[in-house]
């Protein structure tokens, strides 16, 4: 559930922290105070995308925060967050953030961790779902009107093993085109892939002897300057007058003299003795480096042409030396799948035509399933669109199936054979009609209502947000969009922005949105009302304060309790 959604320097919001509540939550207020900006502020939070002029006038940017409770989410989100590179959740929690700013910089964070608006959509569609009048549902598209059908006749796993067949299916052919080329491409691929597969080969690479074969011929490439350095070196310690250890002598004798004359300063003969000891082990370890130097232009040759092949291999086949191994392990694998194109051809030609039997029945079988559940949706969804107020209308779910398995290679994969398309007709005499030409957002949204109460069970978003789903109704029908919510709300959390005071009073919470000006600037705030501040606002809801307005309010919330 969303338990906190915060708004800062967004369109009439300057700061605002909106707590919410489990079941249902209705939002109101008058017309032009606001409410769309919980609506919006939602949107942004989840993916959608970001409008400049949305920013508070004088900001330079806008943020929208929300926490939510996955403690108790169906869809396991802790795979997801790894996937992309986020943090995990601790506690259950997960936080979303998305900032813009008037320059048109975007930036949107899932648990302290920068992310891309990509991701945030994904949790987003994860965790609400929107129905509002300027959203394009979910439900518009054919592939979520199959995956309703299916989540109301509990056929996911189906839907999945056929899914495994067809991406297993898209595989093998991807494989059989690799091999199935006209003979002189054949013969070029051949003698490429054995050409790169017998160069790399040859090479004898070694990874863990590069470093080594660097430094040899770093060493050999100076082995003048290196002599030069060593000699010298071994001159100013011993062999030239004065030397360092000549010097060191005259100074042992002074202060074995100055010892005699006062004995506490044995400590520093002492030293003097360590030091003439260090000097003389460093003679002895630089005469034996400058015995280990060689001076063999043959040897030199010898590494830089291993030098040279090396960085040859490493431009043709990959940055590191791991790389071109590899690039050679997968050249020869290739090689030796084309070398024996024939026995490959049959295996991957059997494998295909297992899979397409395979295919052909768990596709029927889905099928089926499909056609006996389609009928029961239909009646289920009419009835509780006759409850919201339609009557005279007609619910109809058109399913056909293709033939041929060779006829859906590129559909989505859990679709099978079928198609899909949930139509309907508000009005008695009219013809049904696809929901995408459905002009009424009002009347969408009923039907969506209708789906959402059906489908309670099965529907694992945690959230949903409808705004005008009391669009043109009124009186009964309007008590009845109220119960539907709170029926909804007894399996998830339910955000519902409304004008109808039958359908705020069944809320288990209610949030109002108010308009106020303070130092000449309007802001807009939300509150949550109980008692007598909340039969003020159904009363006003419904259209005014008096007593008999204030009477009717209160008998509104009694038959709720």
Known sequence: MLNTLRIKNLALVTDLTLELRPGYNAISGET??????????????????????LIRDGCDQCSVEAAFDISRLKTPLEPI?????????????????????????????????????????????????????????????????????????????????????????TGL????????????????????????ATEIEAAGLNPDAEAELEAEYRRSSNAAQILQLTQASLALLGEEDPSLLNLSGSLGRLLSELA??????????????????A???????????????????????????RINLVQSLKRKYGPALADVIAFGEQARTQLEALEGREAELIRINREIE?????????????????????????RAITRELEQLGFAQSRFDVDLSSRKSVSEFPSQVPGSGFDTIEFQFAPNKGE??????????????????????????????????????VDANVGGETARIVGKKMRQIARDRQVLCITHLAPVAAAADSHYVVTKQVTDARTHSDIQLVAGKARVAELARMLGGVSREALKHAASLLEETE
């Open 431 to 468: 013809a049904s009609r696809s929901l995408r030409s459905i002009a009424s957002s009002g009347e969408l949204a009923r039907v969506m209502l209708a789906l959402k109460t059906v489908l309670a069970a099965q529907d694992a978003v945690p959230v949903l947000l409808f705004d005008e």
């Open 32 to 53: 032009g105070a606001g409410k769309s900006i919980i609506l919006g502020a939602l949107n942004l939070v989840l993916g959608e995308r970001a409008d400049r002029t």
């Open 81 to 169: 967050l790894e996937e992309n590179g986020l943090e995990p959740s601790e506690q259950g929690q997960l936080i979303l953030k998305r900032t813009f700013t008037s320059s048109g910089t975007n930036r949107q964070f899932v648990n302290g961790s920068p992310t891309s608006l990509k991701s945030l959509a994904l949790l987003g569609r994860i965790l609400v779902d929107i129905h509002g009048p300027h959203d394009h549902q979910s439900l518009l598209y054919p592939a979520e009107q199959l995956a309703i059908l299916d989540a109301y006749g509990q056929l996911e796993n189906s839907r999945r093993e056929f899914g495994a067949l067809l991406r297993r299916r």
């Open 354 to 378: 297992q899979t397409n039997t395979q295919l052909v029945l768990k596709g029927r079988a889905l099928s089926a399933a499909r056609s006996k559940i389609a009928p029961k949706l239909t």
């Open 173 to 196: 052919e991807e494989e059989k085109q690799l091999l199935v080329v006209d003979e002189q491409t054949y013969a070029q691929q051949l003698d490429l892939l054995r050409f790169q």
């Open 279 to 305: 000097a003389s082990e460093l003679q002895t370890q630089i005469s034996h480096y400058q015995d280990r130097l060689e001076m063999d232009p043959e040897r030199h040759g010898q590494l830089e042409e």
């Open 260 to 277: 005699r004359f006062d004995p506490e300063t044995a400590s520093i003969t002492q030293a003097h003795n360590e030091l003439m000891n």
